[in-house]
Each structure stands twice: as C-alpha cells, then as structure tokens.
C-alpha cells in the first residue's frame, strides 16, 4: 500500500496535522515564555512548517538546509530557503547558514522578524559556525529551543500516530522482499538495494537512514568492540558476503509526511536456528512480554527497565551504550530514553503518558552463542497499550 491510500485508510489529515503541530509549538512557547522560535535541525523545522527533509546524509541535508522562524504571537511560520511550494509558511529566499553569505541572509531576515524581541525571549535549536560568525544580535544570549520541541512532540496526535503506523506498515512489507533473498554468497548491498528498490515501489523516494544488515560475531572478543567492552552496532563497515549460519541484525527507518519507522530484526542465513539460538529468541520474547505487561499510562520508564531485567533473570538485556527502548517521531530516535547511562533516578521520575511512542528493543546476547535483537512499535493509550505498524513475523525464528 502507497502512503496516499494509506493516509486515506488511516484518516490522516495533513490540514490538521501540521495545524496541531504548529499551536502544541506556541502552547508550549508561552508556557516557557519563549517568544519566538529559531530552527535549523532538520525534523524541527519540518514539524514545525511541513518542509521536507531533502535527504538523510548530513552533506545534502547541510547544503539544502532551511530555517524556520516561529513567533509566539504570530500568523504562518516563516521558512528562510527550502522549498516553500504548497505549504502554509511565509517564505524568505536565502541560502544555507552553514555558509557566511546564508548566515548573513538569515540574520538579515531575524532582524527583520524579530527585531522587537530581546535575545532571552528567543529560543533556538542549533547554531552553525558561520550563524556565530556573523553575531546575528537577536540571537547572542538567545535559549536552547530543545525543551519546547520535546514538550510539544513528546505526545503524538492521532493523525501523528497514524503517519508512524503507515511508515511502520510500508518498512515491514519492503523487508519481505529483502530476507527473503538473504542467502550465502549475497553481499550487503545486495540487500541494501532490494531494500531501496521495494520502498520506491511502495511510493517512498527516500531513506531516512541507511538500512543496516550488519553480520554479527558470535562473542565479544571476534571484535569489534566498544569503549564499553561490548559488542559494536552498528559499524556498516565494508560491503561483506553472508556466510550460511551468520546472524543478521537489521535496521531500517522511513518515513510518511516526516514520522518515523522503526523496524528491527535478527536474520539467519541460509538455515533455520538451532536450539540455542531459538532459546536467545524465547529469552527475548519473555522480556518483551514483561516489558508490555508493564507499559501503561501512569508507569515509569524504571518500572519498564526492572520488569525487563527480572524476565531476563535479573541481568539487563539491552546493549549498556544503548537503552531497552526509545521514543519514535519526527526523528528515529527520540524522547522518551529508557534504560540510558542517566540512571535509575531519570528512569524513576520519567512517567509514561498516552499518545508517547515506545520502541521496545532488548538484546539478548550470550557470548560464544550469538544474539537476538528486534524491535517492537509500541503506542501508550488511555488504557495500556497497542502495537504501530502490522505484524511482521519473526522468521526464521518461531514463538514458542
């Protein structure tokens, strides 16, 4: 299914969507006495006017870069370059500020639209060298734009929820093409580009990363490592053929109208598993199974981590430079973090809320056997919770 048909199956309505998106930005502005809005990442400034990003790679996207200006007491968002075309912005021409002659674009235009704010009532996201090169006065003691951004996407709308669970749907039906031509002899890019191929047939024109296939070691001292001593991922390093019997950790992410998919799993070439390694499977299903038996609205993220931990017989199933789950919207990886080198304390006061995006994804690893590592999309509700995107399936391993 395109994204057309199923924005129309889900009822997403894009009017509404980006006009939601654009007052939970001046709700959250006011109750933070923030004036006024600069934004240069990316994501940001497609939530906060509907702009597209032009590309996943940090190079296209640095040389196509457009800003967003957004007053709390304004009409329409300002959008200085891009491609203003259909949407609902009053648009500035300019260039990119990471260069000195976009960055004096770009403070020519705050001048403009901000002139009457003090630099402590406006908020910004990112400064690029070429930005504090030119001193731009509006912005030198400005804020960190971050927590309005965080309070305003933390919890999706309905119409947001539908956009993931679409691009959740498509990544998952593009990845039945891809495992089925893992086989011995098959490069990574091989599958990379069955991968790329199927989601243009399924009308996505981009990646918002690249999709990652990586073979995994089967013990920690087959390296590579971490600084942590742990296993590495992902590296995407070199372009290496599949060998019968390597373990696949696979990764991918598109998008539908700037939402996210998330779509995680462990691939076998060329065989089915063996006992041990369908036990690595069974383990990670049980700690999946606890984790949502604890995921409700009300729950803490520390609540989420011990129920995991206890199923895994009190060792911690996920990577230490990682976390156990993830937050999934405008970016791939976002708020809520659950399980992270912040601590138990952060785990503890974080309480889970209806509307926020959880990406279970525990690891469990037994050095000498290998590893299982998958995701799961889940949406917190009013009641509990239910599953984003359809139901992909486990294979080559099976529920027990």
Known sequence: MTPAALTNALGIDV????????QRLRDNMTAQGVGALVLTHAPHVG???????????ASMGNVRRAVAVIRADGDRPHLVGGEPDGLDVIAHPGSTPDTDDGARALAAVLDDVLGDLSPEHVAVDGWTGPMLRAGTPTLVGSADARPVITA???CKTADELACISAA???????????????????????????FLRRIRELGIDRSMIDPI?????RSVADGPRTTTGDVAFPTGLGD???????LVWVDSGITVHGYASDFGRTWICGRGPNEAEQELFDRWRAVIDASLAALRPGATSGDLCRAATAANGGERPWLPHFYL???LGIESAEMPLIGTDLGEEFDDAFVLAPGMVVVLEPVIWVDGVGSYRAEEV???TDDGWRALGGEHPYDPFVVR
Do not use: C, K, W
């Open 168 to 194: 959740q749907r498509i990544n998952e039906e593009a990845m039945l093409d891809v495992v089925a031509g893992l086989a011995p002899g098959v490069h990574r890019s091989d599958l990379a580009a069955t």
């Open 325 to 327: 789950a993830h937050g």
């Open 152 to 154: 305003a996407t933390i």
């Open 378 to 380: 889940i949406a917190v």
């Open 47 to 57: 939530y906060a006017t509907g702009h597209g990003v032009p590309a996943a790679d």
């Open 213 to 217: 296939f990586q073979p995994m070691p």
């Open 15 to 22: 009017g509404r969507l980006r006009a939601e998106r654009l």
């Open 240 to 246: 290496p053929a599949y060998s019968e019997g390597d």
